[in-house]
């Protein structure tokens, strides 16, 4: 790996360097992308069961804001429980937006460094192409052997660009999906918790 890592030349430090963040990011964001962590099974249950038995003090209030985005959306939701429908929407929307905001955290970098990866082994490619064609100009000769080994430390940039591109691309749609899943699970989760203390 150390040889590949030498022969590819100076562009594969940024390039390895690619493919820590790379691995940082998707083992961060599959961490707390979990649903238990974002969406909590149970959770609205337990919100509703407190507020039949007139249970919920400032303290359970805070304490269940801070345990999810879910339970942020419920004790929005139940804050603004006085407004009307549309206004209770537009408080719900907002903090939605900071929700959804949270749990996108880190994606933009993730899908900005699987699109460079490529086209910095690209770089090196061409730039290890200069090299190789200038050093057979210097030397006055065509030695084919010599051509062939320059293009061939060349070409290592590419192939390893290339190889962080494609699980980062990969990575970041399914992220994207996993963002939008529990979207709607948090949705489907405040919409029942809105029936339920506006009935």
């Known amino acids: ?9 100076v562009f594969m430090y940024p390039l ?6 790379i691995f940082a990011i998707s083992i961060e964001r599959f961490w707390f992308l979990q649903e238990r962590l974002v ?3 149970g959770l609205r249950s337990q919100v509703t069961n407190l507020l039949n038995r007139s249970k919920l003090d400032i ?3 805070q304490n269940i804001s801070d345990i999810s985005a879910l339970g942020l959306l419920l004790m929005t939701a139940y804050k603004y429980k006085d407004l009307n429908r549309e206004g209770l929407e537009s408080k719900l929307n907002e ?11 880190n ?3 993730l899908g900005t460094i699987a699109t460079i990866s490529p086209l910095l082994g690209l770089l090196g490619t061409v730039v290890g192409m200069i090299v190789a064609f200038t050093g057979l100009t210097a030397s006055g000769g065509a030695d084919s052997d010599v051509l062939a080994l320059g293009i061939s430390q060349a070409l290592i940039t590419t192939a390893f660009g290339l190889s962080i591109a494609v699980p980062g691309l990969v990575l970041h749609k399914y992220f994207e999906q996993r963002i939008s899943h529990l979207l709607l699970i948090l949705q489907s989760e405040t919409s029942e918790f809105i029936d339920f203390i506006n009935k």
Do not use: D, H, Y
Not at 3 to 9: D, H, P, S, V, Y
Not at 16 to 21: E, Y
Not at 97 to 105: A, G, Q, T, W
């Open 1 to 9: 790996m150390s040889e590949l890592i030498t022969a590819g030349g």
């Open 16 to 21: 390895l360097i690619c493919s820590v963040l």
């Open 39 to 41: 969406s909590p099974n």
């Open 59 to 61: 303290t359970q209030k």
């Open 95 to 105: 903090t939605g937006s900071e929700v959804k905001f949270v749990l996108e955290r």
């Open 107 to 109: 994606l933009t970098m």
